[in-house]
């Protein structure tokens, strides 16, 4: 009876929240436009041309076997720290390089391709999701803050928030794995990584054209449901804002600041953020009554957190690949956490002194790029991007033709 009840109440809170987004959609038609193209043009300018070719070679690199050599390498390393099989390695760097929600998908495709348990892809996708250094460096450092010794602190502070995360997410699902065999890691065998390597390729028997076809086909489709996700998400923030529920709930955000010592102004900017972080790192970056230091632990929250747009995109990634969207959900509250700590501990050390001109407090082994070299490509991504996006949104529209007139000629 209590259970009806439970599932009557979603009906209702659903169904009703759904009404009132199509009431305000009609209610503020221009304000929804402009969010709308606001995150049309996100998506179109850098969203696509920049994780495209990082969803292309991903897919190739699985299909040929690639990502099964590196596994086997990286096995003595990911499964004593993660205990994740070394195809996680993969997943955890071309997540790091191209960032949202690329994680979320190799996890699904390598669960899908049944090289992770259950368990396995949880704890995987929970700390392989990051936001790319291109975003850190070129929109949020150099474009919102015009600082561009910001980002070395911002971009290290969220990998290592990332990791943290990784090593606590190692424990997640222990009690239902004691049953099971362990595996123990395999050691480090290159002539064995090489027969894997060969035996993974064989088993794709199709030739390079459809391959290609097919990783070109898979990356679009996922990038049109990034976008239409952004687009959404924008639209809703902006209603948010317009019929006022932001500032209802600004009350409660402020307690939490007043708890953290950050200043009361960054309410309504912090709970855009849950839902955006292109606009909510730019509107912390303009809140005036506080300081940079902190404005760069608000920023590195929202920057791990990810917001309810990402979050949205990574749920209908892993829920076709049936694993659970919850363990992220904690990761990625965990990994905000993590990442603001990181950042007012490093402040000192990775930005007081080296904005200052103390070149020797950064190890060797963290060189910074000219100031403006993450701007330069930044503006060429939203130059150029554009076209790139229509190259490859033709590309795709023929190759789904194709394959549809294929399968009647076949009939």
């Known amino acids: 009876m209590k259970r009806n009840w439970g599932t009557k109440l979603k009906t209702v809170l659903l169904a009703s929240t759904v009404t009132l987004f199509a009431f305000s959609l009609i209610c503020y038609p221009k304000q929804s436009l402009e969010a709308s193209i606001r995150g049309l043009n996100m998506w179109w300018e850098v969203v696509f041309p920049s994780l495209l070719p990082f ?19 990286l096995e003595p390393l990911m499964r004593p720290l993660f205990r994740v099989p070394g195809v996680g390695g993969f997943a955890w760097a071309m997540g790091m390089a191209s960032g949202y929600p690329s994680g979320a998908k190799l996890t699904a495709r390598l ?25 850190i460096f070129g929109a949020v450092s150099a474009g919102f803050f015009n600082n561009p010794h910001l980002g070395l602190v911002l971009a290290i ?8 995360v990784g090593l606590i997410m190692r424990f ?3 009690r239902k794995e004691k049953g099971k065999p362990k595996r123990s890691p395999r050691p480090f065998s290159l002539p064995y990584a090489l027969r894997t390597l060969h035996q993974t390729r064989l088993k794709s028997e199709q030739p390079l054209g459809k391959l290609l076809g097919d990783a070109v086909r898979s990356s679009v489709q996922t990038l049109l449901m990034i976008g239409g996700f952004i687009i959404l998400f924008s639209v809703v923030n902006k209603l948010l804002y317009m019929m006022h529920l932001t500032e209802q709930f600004a009350p409660l955000l402020r307690q939490l600041l007043r708890l953290t010592q950050l200043p009361e102004q960054f ?32 920023t590195s929250f929202i920057l791990a957190f990810g917001g309810f747009s990402v979050q949205a995109q990574v749920a209908s990634i892993l829920a076709e690949a049936n694993i659970r969207f919850q363990p992220f959900f904690i990761a990625r509250l965990m990994h905000g956490v993590f990442a603001a700590l990181f950042t007012y501990l490093l402040w000192k050390p990775l930005y007081v002194q080296t904005a200052s001109g103390e070149p020797d407090s950064i190890p060797t082994f963290l060189p910074i790029p000219p100031d403006n070299a993450w701007d330069e490509v930044w503006q060429l991504l939203q130059q150029y991007g554009p076209l790139v996006t229509l190259l490859f949104l033709c590309l795709y529209i023929w190759l789904t033709a194709k394959t549809t007139n294929g399968t009647r000629g076949r009939l």
């Open 172 to 174: 997640h699902g222990i």
């Open 267 to 298: 309410d309504i900017p912090v709970f855009s953020g849950l839902f955006e972080i292109t606009l909510g790192s730019q509107m912390i970056s303009q809140t005036e009554e506080a300081s940079l230091l902190e404005k760069a632990v608000a």
């Open 157 to 164: 502070s969220h990998y290592l928030g990332n990791i943290s």
């Open 55 to 73: 969803f292309i070679i991903s897919e190739l690199l699985i299909s040929f076997g690639v990502v099964s050599f590196l596994g086997v390498l």
């Open 111 to 135: 669960y899908q391709e049944k090289q992770l348990s259950t368990i396995e892809a949880e704890r995987l996708a929970s700390f392989t999701n990051s936001s790319n250094p291109l975003f």
